[in-house]
T-cell receptor, first 112, second 113 residues
Framework: GQQVQQSPASLVLQEGENAELQCTYS?????MQWFYQRPGGRLVSLLY????AEQRGGRLTSSAASNESRSSLHISSSQITDSGTYLC?????????????FGLGTRVSVFP | EAAVTQSPRSKVAVTGGKVTLSCHQT?????MYWYRQDTGHGLRLIHY???????EKGDIPDGYKASRPSQENFSLILELASLSQTAVYFC????????????FGEGSRLIVV
């Protein structure tokens, strides 16, 4: 089946530092998504590719090559409120109507 | 803002008992999904539905039934709950024709003892 791999598994940042989260998948796609989840909380959509212009507060950007099976999420000037888990997701069986396949996520902790 | 609500938010069930998790959306979306989230496995799709009175199997349907009596409501049913079904369950809705993102509920934490 489809595989979505994320790295690193966890990341510790000092407030103000930048970070890059990686996502690789077992197939070539035209689009993918990033979600954010607080501990015990709901998943919230952050960015949907290929709409590269979408950003959250201007500090999040997603980049990927259309012919490669990987994507990156860049967090600039991290804030304590950025702490949580970031999940990468691709269309299930290459069909968005059938939902999404998720990676295990990268747990980000931002400290003062 | 899209709204997906789940009930109950948490539940303790006895092994072999029946559990029903309910989901209600006010997004007017045709598609709804049930996922379970476990440490080490992440989110996995159990069942989904694209129209009322019809459900489809996802990756891990064994031990679960789903029911979609209306566009707004989608239930997940565990007829005989087992210890391995202890997890957090998330419901989501989407409208693929208007964008491919999923809108999630807050989750239902199920503990089977």
């Amino acid at each position: 089946g489809q595989q979505v791999q994320q790295s690193p598994a966890s990341l510790v940042l000092q407030e103000g530092e930048n970070a890059e989260l990686q996502c690789t998948y077992s197939t070539t796609l035209n689009s993918m998504q990033w979600f954010y989840q607080r501990p015990g909380g709901r998943l919230v959509s952050l960015l949907y590719s290929p709409s590269w212009a979408e950003q959250r507060g201007g500090r999040l950007t997603s980049s990927a090559a259309s012919n490669e099976s990987r994507s990156s999420l860049h967090i600039s000037s991290s804030q304590i409120t950025d702490s949580g888990t970031y999940l990468c997701a691709i269309p299930y069986r290459n069909n968005y109507a059938q939902g999404l396949t998720f990676g295990l996520g990268t747990r980000v902790s931002v400290f003062p | 803002e899209a709204a997906v609500t789940q009930s109950p938010r948490s539940k303790v069930a006895v092994t072999g008992g029946k559990v029903t998790l309910s989901c209600h959306q006010t997004n007017n979306h045709d598609y709804m999904y049930w996922y379970r989230q476990d440490t080490g496995h992440g989110l996995r799709l159990i069942h989904y539905s694209y129209v009322a009175d019809s459900t489809e199997k996802g990756d891990i349907p064994d031990g679960y039934k789903a029911s979609r009596p209306s566009q707004e409501n989608f239930s997940l049913i565990l007829e005989l709950a087992s210890l391995s079904q202890t997890a957090v369950y998330f419901c989501a809705s989407s409208d693929p024709g208007a964008g491919n993102t999923l809108y999630f509920g807050e989750g239902s934490r199920l503990i089977v003892v």
